[in-house]
């Protein structure tokens, strides 16, 4: 017995061996490439990603932000989009699941929360069985509500998928479709080429792009309610979980949090989108290739530097020059259309965000006039230190009173949120790495120089009305006396001639008279 037990062994350890070395030979490539990742030294990246420049720190009197680890991080304002803290942030990156920010928001604006979403089989199989998932089975119908908490909490890829297939009917024309949606919100370097951010060479992002469609996304209640959910039951034998630790009771719970949205791939390592508010400030912060769990902790610490060191003024209540109240720019004195209404306004939740060791009054105004939209006259930029920290439109109130004054004279130079920025701007590399693929002194056309503002300057010749109603009044009881003066002067003229004219018949009248009685006394 010992024997056959010793013989059994022996050939079952011969089989298990060859088995091995049979599958080494087969699949010798992914080996090598798994060893490969063994032997990356992670932390050394880390450290060596803290040694890449913050463009933020540079600029004069700007409050210092702390030194992250990540590859590319970046801090904005979501009412103005005023850059609070930039790093690196055009360089191409792979945003993993933060994808699914913009997958969720294009669901949102396009669908209602009721519509019935088909999982396919396509859209299940195109996933890796290791991805995250919600364990939706081909066939099954759920509601784009369950759908997107499905996305947004469980993080699920087949999710992403089954709503593409819904919007337009493949996930490659969604990929179409999330590639315009990007370019209509201004993303400079994006590419996208799945609904989930599961890695694919062509499929890269970068932080600055990321937090403008997070200002779009956090701006819909929904969105944040579901991105800042733990667990969501979707059915009764199915409920997601986040892998969020910025939510409450998790290990680093932040007690301003909006909504966050996590990723991660091999590739891209940890990404992580987070908007936070607190003291009416709404802030994005977008970080992108960290280690776990400095995703968090650097998430952390910009948020933190941003509400500690900047404050929000609104425009209207602190810019004399613009208030509607006191400046004849807006306001006439005399209203000759029967409404006391103000000719124009500013908008009057525009806002800028200033350092806390700088005043309102230290901004720096330019005007923007170009082709708006109906009911916008012009844009005042503000401007501190260089940055774009904040836009106010002037806003027109009829079309009868629609005009504005030459009272303030401002430079035309304009400026944008980002533009101060641009020199780090990449160059439209499809960023195969995931690296810094962007090219450090041109933009994302390649140009070099400010592409948003290179062909906007332009001079704008103002109309006051009240000036031009005053000269249309002064010109009409010009004529009017005009009119008086001539008609008096003909009335004297007319008058004039008729008493020479009685005077002349007077005259015959005493001749004939006389020549009369002449006659009879002879």
Known sequence: MRKQLTAFLRRTGISFITCLLSVGILCSGECTITSHAVEI??????EARRQIPVESNSIAGWPTGPVVSADSAILMDADTGTILYAKNIYAAEYPASTTKLLTGLIAYENCSMDEKVYFSADAINAITWDSSHMAAKPGEIYTMEQSLYGLLVGSANETANAIGEHISGTMEDFATLMNQTAADLGCVNSHFMNANGLFHEDHYTCAYDLAVIARAFFGHEILCKM?????????????????????PNCAYAYPYLVGSKTGYTDRARQTLVTCAQ??????????????????????????NYGFGNYRKYNISENDPEINIQTYDFFQSEYDVFGNSQSILTPDPDAS????VTAAFSDTEKSILYEETDAGKLATIIYRYAGVTVGTCNILIRSVETAGSADAVILDTQDGMPGDEFLTDAPDGTDGDDGSNTGNASGLPDGSGGNAQSADRTSRTIFINVKHVLYWILGITGALIVLFIVRKLVHNYQFGFSRRR????????SGKRYKRYHGRRGN
Do not use: W
Request: overall charge neutral; charged content about 30%; glycine content about 2%.
């Open 41 to 46: 030294d992670y932390a050394a990246e880390e």
């Open 227 to 247: 991105s800042s959910t733990y667990s969501y039951q979707i059915s009764e034998e199915n409920t997601v979980f986040s892998h969020n630790k910025l939510l």
């Open 278 to 303: 607190k003291d009416g400030m709404k802030l994005i912060c977008v970080v992108l290739k960290e280690e776990s769990p400095s995703q968090f902790t650097d998430t952390i610490a910009l948020l």
């Open 352 to 355: 800028v965000i200033l350092p």
């Open 501 to 508: 004219q009685k005077i002349r018949r007077n005259r015959r």
